[in-house]
């Protein structure tokens, strides 16, 4: 029997980006919160050493920041006609794990989604009729883009993010990107400054006739203070980013941007290793009552609350839906239910040039190092003559000249032996490469449900992706492959190698943690799991927030317009859902 | 590290409670009204002692040194696999957390997998060394009559690039192929060599030098404008500058 323990006004699951700003938040408007997180306390100034940071054996690829498979792994398969196997090890995703959750070892890329991809079913019909979008089952968010742009905003000033604004209030500004939804203000911090490589790629492609802007970054350019009063420091461009935790505080994240503010807070309480079990509904199954979780002695507790608030990773919001009954699973074949719908990852694609006599130093990097050009990125370019929907960002980023996993030879080098490490040699500093970052939108037979056989430490089934990249995507994504091919053309390199995306995803190789979907956002409960304002339909003090709230995903980074729907959530809590609990869209 | 671990959770738990905590809570996890620290709580990592076996036996030794010295052969770039402490190295990965699979999901039923699905076998990469090397030895003793490391380097290739081409198939176990096999061999030797030296290979930064890796230096402001130009400076490893 679990223990019963005072109520609060919120409890809060998971304490990451989205945990943190909706704990800020809500405590803010006097509500009393508690969070309980499954992983360990983190923090930059004892678990960031940055004497012992740049260490890739040990964070890149033993991982130790990330989830566990131990702790919680997945299924996945390709079709349905398969059957689903647990990945024993993350490969194509990396879940985080603890205080700060994915935050912590993020690139810091911090897109804002384009207002035609909040619309993007009323704005593909408009300008090309709804058969373009055949087989695809896009839909429209149920937010507009003047409503969460304050947003977006809020978050980029949390984050001091470094960049160059392309559209200012609707003049396009040089230098930044033309393809932005209108911004009512700048970045907080310029641009970072550009190594070799992306300021080589900025004047070959501007000479194409497209539009390079510096990647807007949470790896900041200067030192920063945030509306909190929290201070962060100048980027030293270490190259140890993604998959590490920054020992500078340089790269925004829960800690380096809010923790120092919210845990001071006497109506703020963390439990860290402590494992919410699943959301308890009343009888009827309309009002969450409390969560049960585990400590990590193996004791259980029953956290009362008045609202619930899923904060986990976008994959983990919508198992603890599952499991907690929240909304009904969505089936492949009915095309009913909601939860495990719209399932969406990431299509990319890679050039890589080798060169002679230049000299790249690929080890002067950071997460979010690089230029980016949008010119063939959502719908910035005419799809009419075209068979697919949908783009790619076209990235320049020197994020690590790590070697164990990033040393690059010309093709048909041996991966073994003396001709092997000549290679090696000559391809460490010679070479740079680019890569589209494509879109992923949702279809019928792409998502998540509960496994049938396997389960986690707990008991409890691990959830099943059922994922294979849809034939639009696939096609999309050739046709980037097509316009890196003709970019690198000028540079002149030696050997330039294309990779193109085929039909099989493979849960082994790293791709991206850009798991989307599964607990959408939108304006009808019959196809999506959460309203507008990130709450659930179906248990109305129930809110989900994160990337699984996404009805597609497009061709950037997720974390920018993670932050602005966790802020958007936040608001709708504070001002509208506490004065008066309830649905604050009617089903 | 488990012990220090130990250690500061306990100062931190002592400091918890010394401190005003808001509501009666129910674990001795839970933090409130300050922000926790507590000295000491960083776990830096422990570098590897150079003497000893930990893992493997001393057929397997001759064995996989024998094997990380044809994958990394030595010449005029580096020093070969063996001297950089690659087999140390991975003898020390498999007799550790690696070894036995510890962060891995390991719960049945076991059954084969698509290649999408990623290794589906029961057994940890020690379990996979301990008998792939064994079948190695099997197969090279029934064509050649020696063991791996008695072999001329040139044999020493042909019984690698057919592992590695699949060519040659050792007797293994379902679910754990001799393509698997070899790519272990060599994402682990390729590990031990590019590593910081902590870990028992890239012996003086060896692998650094010889791509030109400054290691773990961690601010480059004062570079990143020179384009095109070699960083100047040597690399330094985590607990030496001379490695």
């Known amino acids: 029997m679990a223990k019963l323990l005072p109520k609060r006004d919120a ?53 130790e920041l990330f989830l566990k498979p131990s702790v919680e792994a997945m299924t996945m398969r390709n079709t349905r006609s398969q059957t689903a196997m647990p990945m024993r090890d993350y490969g194509s995703f990396l879940p985080g794990d603890g205080v700060g959750g994915a935050g912590v070892h993020w690139n810091g890329h911090t897109w804002r989604f384009w207002s035609s991809d909040f619309s993007i079913h009323s704005h593909l019909a408009q300008r090309y009729g709804a058969a373009k979008m ?21 978050f980029e000033y949390l984050c001091g993010i470094s960049g160059k604004a392309g559209n200012l209030k609707g003049q396009i500004v040089p230098g930044g990107n033309p393809f932005e939804s209108a911004r009512s203000r700048d970045y907080p911090t310029p641009p970072m400054k550009m190594s070799y490589a992306p300021t080589l790629f900025a004047q070959k492609v ?32 270490c190259g140890f980013c993604e998959r590490f935790a920054c020992g500078n505080y340089s790269k925004a994240s829960a800690q380096t941007t809010i923790l120092p503010v919210l845990m001071k807070k006497p109506n703020f309480e963390l439990r860290t290793e402590c494992e919410v079990l699943k959301v308890n509904l009343s009888p009827d199954g309309r009002h969450a009552k409390s969560v049960t979780y585990i400590d990590a002695k193996g004791v259980e507790y029953e956290q009362p ?9 976008a994959l983990m919001n919508v198992r603890m839906m599952l499991l907690s009954k929240i909304g009904t699973q969505y089936d492949p074949v009915t095309g009913q239910g909601t939860v495990g719908r719209n399932y969406c990852y990431q299509t990319g694609s890679g050039a890589r040039m080798f060169f002679e006599g230049k000299h790249f130093n690929p080890f002067i990097g950071a997460g979010t190092l690089g230029q980016t050009m949008d010119d063939f990125n959502g719908d910035a370019f005419d799809h009419g003559p075209l068979d697919f929907v949908g783009g790619g960002g076209i990235n320049c980023i020197v994020t690590n000249g790590r070697p164990i996993s990033n040393r690059p030879t010309a093709p048909g080098s041996p991966r073994w032996g003396q001709g092997w490490k000549k290679a090696t040699v000559e391809g460490y500093n010679s070479s740079m490469g680019f890569s589209a970052q494509g879109s992923s939108y949702p279809v019928r037979e792409n998502y998540l449900d509960l496994d049938p056989t ?37 540079f002149g390199a030696k050997i330039t190698t294309v990779s193109r995306i085929k039909k099989g995803w493979d849960a082994v190789p790293y791709q991206s943690t850009h798991n989307t979907g599964g607990a959408v956002m939108g304006s009808d409960p019959r196809t999506s799991a959460v309203n507008k304002y990130l709450q659930s339909w179906d248990v109305p003090n129930v809110f989900v927030v994160g990337a699984s709230a996404f009805a597609h995903n497009a061709g950037m980074n997720p974390t920018g317009t993670v932050g602005a729907l966790a802020f958007w959530a936040a608001e709708a809590i504070t001002t509208k859902y506490i004065k008066s609990p309830g649905a604050l869209v009617p089903a | 590290m488990s012990e220090q671990r130990a250690l500061s959770r306990r100062r931190l738990l002592a400091s918890v409670a010394a401190l005003p905590i808001l509501a009666a809570t129910a674990d001795g996890r839970s933090i409130s009204g300050h922000l926790p620290w507590s000295p000491f709580a960083g776990e830096p990592p422990k570098p590897v002692s150079p003497l000893g076996w930990y893992f493997f036996t001393p057929g397997e030794i ?55 699905q990623g290794y589906q076998g029961d057994l940890t990469p020690a379990g996979r060394y301990r008998l792939g090397l064994r079948a190695l030895n099997d197969y090279t003793m029934a064509t050649y009559k020696r063991g791996f490391a008695q072999l001329a380097p040139a ?10 081409g699949g060519k040659i198939a050792l007797k293994l176990k379902p679910g754990f192929s001799t393509k698997e096999f070899f790519e272990m061999m060599l994402q682990n030797t390729m590990e031990g060599f590019f590593a910081d030296p902590l870990y028992g290979g890239n012996r003086n930064m060896a692998s650094w030098k010889m791509i030109g890796f400054p290691g773990a230096r961690y601010d480059y402001r004062d570079h990143i404008d020179k384009h095109n130009v070699p960083y100047p400076r040597p690399p330094v490893s985590i607990y030496s500058a001379e490695g």
């Open chain 1, 11 to 63: 409890v809060i699951i998971g304490l990451g980006w989205t945990g943190s700003i909706l704990a800020q938040q809500l405590t803010d408007a006097g509500l009393n919160v508690v969070a309980i997180e499954r992983g360990p306390w983190r923090d930059t100034a004892t678990d960031f050493n940055i004497a012992y940071m740049q260490d890739e054996l040990r964070y890149a690829i033993r991982k």
């Open chain 1, 134 to 154: 055949k087989g695809l089952m896009l839909q429209d968010w149920g937010v507009t883009w003047n409503e969460i742009e304050p947003s977006f905003d809020k």
């Open chain 1, 206 to 237: 501007r000479e194409q006739g497209f539009h390079p802007f510096p990647t807007p970054s949470a790896n900041l350019s200067t030192a920063y203070v945030n509306p909190l009063g929290v201070r962060m420091g100048q980027c030293t461009y």
């Open chain 1, 305 to 313: 609350g008045d609202i619930v608030v899923i904060c986990a990773y």
């Open chain 1, 454 to 490: 396997y389960t986690d430490r707990h008991g409890r089934p691990l959830l099943r992706v059922t994922f294979d990249f849809p034939d639009n995507d696939i096609r999309m994504s050739h046709f980037m492959s097509d316009q890196l091919e003709k970019i690198a053309k000028p």
């Open chain 2, 62 to 116: 001759a064995a996989v040194e024998a094997i990380v010295n044809r994958l990394i052969p030595a010449d005029s770039l580096s020093p070969g696999g063996k001297d950089c402490g690659c087999a140390v190295y991975i003898d020390r990965q498999l007799a550790g957390d690696f070894g036995q699979a510890q962060r891995l999901y390991n719960k049945g039923p076991f059954m084969p997998g698509l290649a999408t």
């Open chain 2, 155 to 164: 044999q020493q290739d042909a019984v690698l690039a057919g592992m590695d």
